[in-house]
Nanobody, 124 residues
Framework: QVQLVESGGGLVQAGGSLRLSCAAS????????MGWFRQAPGKEREFVAA????????YYADSVKGRFTISRDNAKNTVYLQMNSLKPEDTAVYYC?????????????????WGQGTLVTVSS
């Protein structure tokens, strides 16, 4: 069982930056592929980024590539999402997720555990 708690959301102006954190419980955190998803009002939850268990592979949605960076610190059981050059369309609730099997890292159905989400609002 893995429990995930996100933090770091807030209100930021367009062009600004935020860093989200996701703290995980459990001794096997380092075995999990971790992902970030987001859900804007009235829209479906969508893939943002994912990172392999070792941190050696990262994946991004085209909409955030070059602006967002996912990373992890297995010693701290934490995964991060550094968000730069934020746009109003990045406004959403951001969710952290974990999966033991990383093949479907881009799909909601590929994840077994989810956090409660943290709200990011980007003003124009």
């Amino acid at each position: 069982q893995v429990q995930l708690v996100e933090s770091g959301g807030g209100l930021v102006q367009a062009g600004g930056s935020l860093r989200l954190s996701c703290a995980a419980s459990g001794r096997t955190f380092s075995r999990y592929t971790m992902g970030w998803f987001r859900q804007a009002p009235g829209k479906e939850r969508e893939f943002v980024a994912a990172i392999s268990w070792s941190g050696g592979r990262t994946y991004y949605a085209d909409s955030v590539k070059g602006r967002f960076t996912i990373s992890r610190d297995n010693a701290k059981n934490t995964v991060y999402l550094q968000m730069n050059s934020l746009k109003p369309e990045d406004t959403a609730v951001y969710y952290c997720a974990a999966t033991y099997y990383g093949a479907n890292y881009y799909s909601i159905r590929g994840y077994d555990y989810w956090g409660q989400g943290t709200l990011v609002t980007v003003s124009s």
